[in-house]
C-alpha cells in the first residue's frame, strides 16, 4: 500500500498593517478607526508606565520588573478584545495587558515594590495574579474557561505565555484538555524571540509556535505582534469562536523583547546589538503613527497630549502607590486559609501581630 | 444506616454531595465509565451525566491545573488522581498556585477543590502505587490534608473536604478499602475536619496515628492500656487532643507507615517536647516507615511497620 496522508497542518500569518503604515484595504475594515486610535493611547500609556517602572528600579523605589518595550501592541491589542466579564491570566510580562485593562496603576507599582495586595484584582475585572512560574497557568485558564462553558455563561478566558513557556508540559496539557473539552479559551502565546538568554530557534525545533495547536485538534495562527489591528482582530475572531461553542485558538504573537529580560539582566550578554536594531525599526508605534497620520488622526500635537496625559496619570498613579500605607504583618499569615487555624492564631499572638 | 466498607462510604459521600450542590464535579482518569479503578465513583455518571461526571486525558497535571481554573471560577472540582504516586505530576499545580492563589490575591481567589487519592502499602500493586507522602502536603501552607480510617469518618470527611473553602488533600488508605464494613448513616452528616478522634481511651500511652497505621496501632494496643487518638485531619491536625491525651498518660508513641525523617510524627512529637515536656515520663518514640523506597510486593511486608515493631515500642515506653 502507497503511503497515503492523513492529515495537512496550515499555519496562517495574519498582518493588517505593514511597517510602512499601509493597511491591507480588505481587512482594515474589520477594526475601527476609533478602536485602532483606543488602542494607540493605551499603548503610549502602556510604554510610560513601563519606562516609568524601570525608573523607579534604577531608583530603588521598586523591586526587580520585566519590561514590556517592544510588546505594547501584542499585549493592548489583545487585552482590548476580551470584555471585562471575560477571565485573563497574566505571565509576569503584562504589564501592557493589564494597563489596557484598567487595572489600577498603582496596585501594579505595589505589587513590583513588593507588596502582595498590588494583585488583588478589584471587583469588576477577572484578572488572576500574574503567574511567577513560566506558563504553569495555561490549565488554569482551561478549566475556568471550562467551567464557563459547564455553567453555560457566555464568557471566554485569555491565557498570556512566551516563547519559553510553550515548551512545558503544563502548556501542552492545558491545550490538550481545551482541545478535547472544546474551551472558550484563547492561547495568547508572546512570542517575543527570547527565553531570558535563549533564543526561540533552541526552544522549539518547530517552524512556529502557532503550528502547536494543530497536535490538540485545534487552530493556531500566528499573527504579526507589532501590528496591532491584527492582534485585536485576532483575539477578537478568536473569542467569537470561543463564545460560539467553536472551542479554543492558540495565537502566536510575533514580536520582540527589546529591553533585557528584567532589570536584572543584560542582554548584551547573548544577542547582538544589530538584531535589536533590526527589531527597533518594526516596533510597534512606529508604523501606528505612520498609519493614523494617513487616515487623517494623528499629528504632533495630538501624540504630545495623548504623552501628556499618560505622563500625568501614571505620574499620579506613582504618587498613591508610594503614598499608600505599609501592609499589616499579619497579612502574611491572614491569606493562607479562609479561616486562621489555631496553630496560625498562636503565630500571630506570638509575633504580635493582628488583633 | 447500612453497612458500607469505605469505598461504598465514599462514594455515598459523592453522591449526596452532587445532589446537594449541583457546583460539584468529578473529574480524572477512568472515573466515568469505569467508576474508578478502585470503583470508588461507580454509578455516578449514570446518576449525574457525562457533564458532571467526566473522564479526563491521562494528564495528572492537566487534571490538578484544570481543576484550579474550574475551582477558582466557581465548581468544585473532586479530581480522582489514580494513584498517590502519580500525584507528583502535580505537585507544582498545587504547591505553587492552589495553595497560593488566595494569599496571592489577598482573598479575591480562591481553590476550593478536593484532591482524592489512593495512598500506601499493603495491596501488592506495581511500584510506585503505594505511596504515603502526607508530610509534603503537611509541610506546604495553604493546603489541608485528611486521611480517613474508616467507613463513617471517610463519608463524613470527605462531605466536610468538599464543602470546605480550601484545596483539600484526601487521602484515602487503599489497604483498607474493602477490608472494614461498619454502619455508615445514609443520610447527611459530617465529620469537621482539623479535629481528631478518641478512637480507646486509656491511662498509660497516648498512641497517635491515621489511616491503614491505627488499626494496627489499635490491634497491638491489646494488653496495654492505651488511649489511641486517630487524627484524620493532618493539617491543620488536631493539637489539643494530642496534649490532653499526653499530659494524662506521660507517654506517646506515634505509628505511620511513611518514613520516619521528616514524617509527620516528627511534627507531632515536637509539639509535645514544646509544650508538654514536664508531663513526659518516657521518650517520645515513632514507628515509622524506613529512609528506603516504598518496596514492591515481596518486601512490603518487612516495610510496613508490624505488630512487633509497634508492640515494642509501646513496652519501651512503659518500662520508663
Redesign the interface.
Known amino acids: 500500500m502507497p503511503l497515503e496522508i492523513i492529515e495537512k497542518i496550515e499555519v496562517k500569518r495574519l498582518q493588517i498593517i505593514n511597517e510602512r503604515g499601509e493597511a491591507d484595504p480588505e481587512l482594515i475594515p474589520s477594526v475601527s478607526d476609533e478602536e485602532i486610535t483606543r488602542c494607540f493611547e493605551a499603548m503610549i500609556l502602556a510604554r510610560v508606565f513601563n519606562q516609568r517602572a524601570l525608573s523607579l528600579q534604577r531608583e530603588g523605589r521598586i523591586g526587580t520588573y520585566a519590561s514590556i518595550l517592544g510588546q505594547e501592541a501584542s499585549q493592548v491589542g489583545s487585552a482590548r478584545a476580551f470584555s471585562d466579564d471575560d477571565w485573563l491570566f497574566p505571565s509576569f510580562r503584562e504589564s501592557g495587558v493589564l494597563v489596557a485593562k484598567g487595572y489600577p496603576m498603582w496596585m501594579l507599582y505595589r505589587y513590583w515594590a513588593g507588596d502582595e495586595r498590588g494583585m488583588k484584582c478589584p471587583e469588576g475585572l477577572n484578572i488572576f495574579p500574574m503567574s511567577v512560574p513560566v506558563g504553569t497557568h495555561v490549565p488554569h485558564a482551561m478549566g475556568a474557561a471550562w467551567a464557563m462553558k459547564l455553567k453555560g455563561h457566555r464568557k471566554a478566558a485569555g491565557v498570556y505565555f512566551g516563547d519559553g513557556g510553550s515548551s512545558k508540559g503544563d502548556f501542552h496539557e492545558g491545550l490538550n484538555f481545551a482541545g478535547v473539552f472544546k474551551a472558550p479559551v484563547v492561547f495568547l502565546c508572546q512570542n517575543n524571540q527570547w527565553a531570558i538568554s535563549v533564543p526561540r530557534s533552541s526552544q522549539t525545533a518547530a517552524k512556529t509556535i502557532a503550528q502547536k495547536a494543530s497536535a490538540h485538534g485545534f487552530e493556531g495562527i500566528q499573527v504579526d505582534g507589532n501590528d496591532v489591528a491584527a492582534v485585536y482582530k485576532a483575539t477578537k475572531d478568536a473569542l467569537e469562536k470561543a463564545k460560539n461553542n467553536g472551542g479554543p485558538t492558540l495565537i502566536e504573537c510575533f514580536t520582540y523583547r527589546l529591553d533585557d529580560h528584567t532589570t536584572s539582566d543584560d542582554a548584551a550578554r547573548y544577542r547582538s546589538k544589530d538584531e535589536v536594531e533590526a527589531w527597533k525599526a518594526k516596533e510597534p508605534l512606529l508604523r501606528l503613527r505612520l498609519y493614523l497620520e494617513k487616515i487623517g488622526k494623528w499629528t504632533k500635537g495630538y501624540e504630545e497630549s495623548v504623552t501628556k496625559k499618560a505622563e500625568e496619570s501614571v505620574d499620579a498613579e506613582i504618587k498613591k502607590a508610594e503614598a499608600f500605607p505599609p501592609p499589616d504583618p499579619a497579612d502574611l499569615i491572614r491569606y493562607t486559609y479562609a479561616e486562621l487555624t489555631l496553630r496560625q492564631k498562636k503565630e500571630m499572638k506570638e509575633s504580635g501581630w493582628g488583633s | 444506616m447500612g453497612k458500607l466498607n469505605i469505598v461504598g462510604a465514599i462514594n455515598s459521600a459523592l453522591f449526596e454531595e452532587m445532589g446537594r450542590d449541583s457546583d460539584v ?1 468529578i473529574i480524572g482518569e477512568d472515573v466515568g465509565r469505569d467508576g474508578g479503578v478502585f470503583r470508588v465513583t461507580e454509578g455516578l455518571l449514570e446518576r449525574f451525566g457525562p ?1 458532571r461526571v ?1 473522564d ?2 491521562l ?1 495528572e ?2 487534571i ?12 468544585k ?1 473532586v479530581a480522582e488522581i489514580q494513584f498517590m504516586g502519580f500525584l507528583y505530576a502535580g505537585l ?2 498545587i504547591f ?2 492552589a495553595a497560593r ?10 481553590v476550593p477543590m478536593v484532591i482524592r487519592t489512593p495512598y500506601g502499602i499493603g495491596i501488592k500493586p506495581p511500584e510506585l502505587h503505594s505511596e504515603s507522602s502526607e508530610a509534603l502536603f503537611c509541610h506546604m ?2 493546603i ?1 490534608v485528611v486521611v480517613p480510617s474508616t467507613p463513617y469518618n471517610a463519608k463524613g470527611l470527605l462531605k466536610s473536604a468538599i464543602r ?3 484545596t483539600v488533600l484526601f487521602m484515602e488508605p487503599s489497604r483498607l478499602y474493602r477490608s472494614i464494613k461498619a454502619d455508615v448513616p445514609d443520610g447527611d452528616y459530617v465529620v469537621p475536619l ?1 479535629r481528631a478522634s478518641i478512637l480507646q481511651e486509656g491511662k498509660d500511652l497516648t498512641v497517635v496515628s491515621w489511616g491503614t497505621m491505627l488499626h494496627k496501632a489499635a490491634e497491638a494496643a491489646e494488653g496495654f492500656d492505651a488511649e489511641i487518638i486517630d487524627l484524620m485531619t493532618l493539617k ?1 491536625f488536631d ?2 487532643a494530642i496534649l490532653t491525651s499526653v499530659k494524662k498518660t506521660g507517654r506517646l508513641v506515634i505509628v505511620h507507615e511513611a518514613p520516619r525523617i521528616a514524617g509527620f510524627g516528627a511534627e507531632v512529637a515536637a509539639l509535645v517536647a514544646e509544650e508538654a515536656i514536664e508531663y513526659l515520663k518516657a521518650p517520645i518514640l515513632r514507628v515509622a516507615g524506613f529512609e528506603a523506597v516504598v518496596p514492591m510486593a515481596r518486601l512490603e511486608d518487612f516495610y510496613m511497620p508490624s505488630l512487633e515493631r509497634i508492640k515494642k515500642a509501646y513496652e519501651r515506653v512503659m518500662r520508663y
Not at chain 2, 490538578?64 to 465548581?75: P, R, S, T
Open positions: 464535579i457533564d467526566i479526563t486525558p494528564s497535571l492537566g490538578i491545573g484544570a481543576a484550579v481554573g474550574l475551582a477558582a471560577y466557581g465548581m472540582p507544582e499545580q505553587s498556585h492563589i488566595r494569599s496571592r490575591s489577598r482573598g479575591r481567589f480562591s501552607p495553604g489541608k470546605d473553602p480550601d482539623g491543620p493539637e489539643e
